[in-house]
């Protein structure tokens, strides 16, 4: 029997924070393709060091060195988990300037799954989720459709601990079905495409 290929996740969070509860999520999320998800694995893509989207930065058909690593690491990626926090009822300025800089000539989002968790307060940053949906059209991301996960981090009882560990198990199962849906849609979309 063929071994499972691994597929290989790159997760972006939306916040720059240290301490930020989606980061607590991505953290998790790493967490458990380790312990137990044969066949994935998520590579944290840190976005702090983009510069803001300027084109003039662009010379001869090359962007500044930071944003050709960042955008290799999302060409290489098989797919993405994107941790966001609602900012105004939408993503964060600087997840929106990552999602800019690879969508530069060639795209290279497209194509391929994806999924979204949140963390936040009310309604667990899940407006930030529909307005990526959206970026995503354009992008030819191919969103999950279930389970969606937004988490209100702030409901008692204590979701993450004072480093912002995820602790509950409950949520963590949450995130597990997420990774498992996000698993068998680029598995899926993986094979239509060789």
Same mark, same amino acid.
């Given at each position: 029997m063929a071994a499972q290929p691994v597929i290989?996740?790159?997760?972006?969070?939306?916040?720059?924070?240290?301490?930020?509860?989606?980061?607590?999520?991505?953290?998790a999320a790493m967490e458990i393709c380790k312990d137990s998800i044969t066949g994935m694995e998520i590579e944290y893509v840190d976005i702090s060091p983009l510069p803001f989207l300027n084109t003039d930065l662009e010379v001869n058909g090359t962007y500044p060195p930071v944003v050709e690593a960042f955008r290799k690491k999302i060409e290489e990626a098989d797919c993405f988990l994107f941790a966001s926090p609602e900012y105004n009822y939408s993503i964060t300025g600087p997840l929106k300037n990552a999602i800019d800089w690879a969508s530069r000539p060639p795209n290279v989002w497209a194509d391929k799954a994806a999924a979204m968790v949140s963390a936040g307060g009310g309604f667990g940053g899940g407006r930030s989720q529909y307005h990526l949906r959206q970026i995503g059209v354009f992008l030819d991301l191919h &969103?999950?459709?279930? =389970?969606? @996960?937004?988490?209100?981090? &702030?409901?008692?009882? =204590?979701? @993450?601990?004072?480093?912002?560990v995820l602790t509950d198990e409950e949520t963590k199962q949450r995130l597990r079905a997420v990774l498992l849906a996000l698993q068998a849609l680029a598995l899926k979309l993986k094979g239509k495409c060789e």
């Amino acid at each position: 029997m063929a071994a499972q290929p691994v597929i290989k996740v790159a997760g972006l969070c939306g916040s720059l924070r240290k301490g930020s509860y989606n980061r607590g999520l991505l953290n998790a999320a790493m967490e458990i393709c380790k312990d137990s998800i044969t066949g994935m694995e998520i590579e944290y893509v840190d976005i702090s060091p983009l510069p803001f989207l300027n084109t003039d930065l662009e010379v001869n058909g090359t962007y500044p060195p930071v944003v050709e690593a960042f955008r290799k690491k999302i060409e290489e990626a098989d797919c993405f988990l994107f941790a966001s926090p609602e900012y105004n009822y939408s993503i964060t300025g600087p997840l929106k300037n990552a999602i800019d800089w690879a969508s530069r000539p060639p795209n290279v989002w497209a194509d391929k799954a994806a999924a979204m968790v949140s963390a936040g307060g009310g309604f667990g940053g899940g407006r930030s989720q529909y307005h990526l949906r959206q970026i995503g059209v354009f992008l030819d991301l191919h &969103f999950i459709n279930k =389970p969606e @996960f937004f988490l209100n981090a &702030f409901q008692q009882p =204590p979701k @993450f601990d004072s480093d912002g560990v995820l602790t509950d198990e409950e949520t963590k199962q949450r995130l597990r079905a997420v990774l498992l849906a996000l698993q068998a849609l680029a598995l899926k979309l993986k094979g239509k495409c060789e």
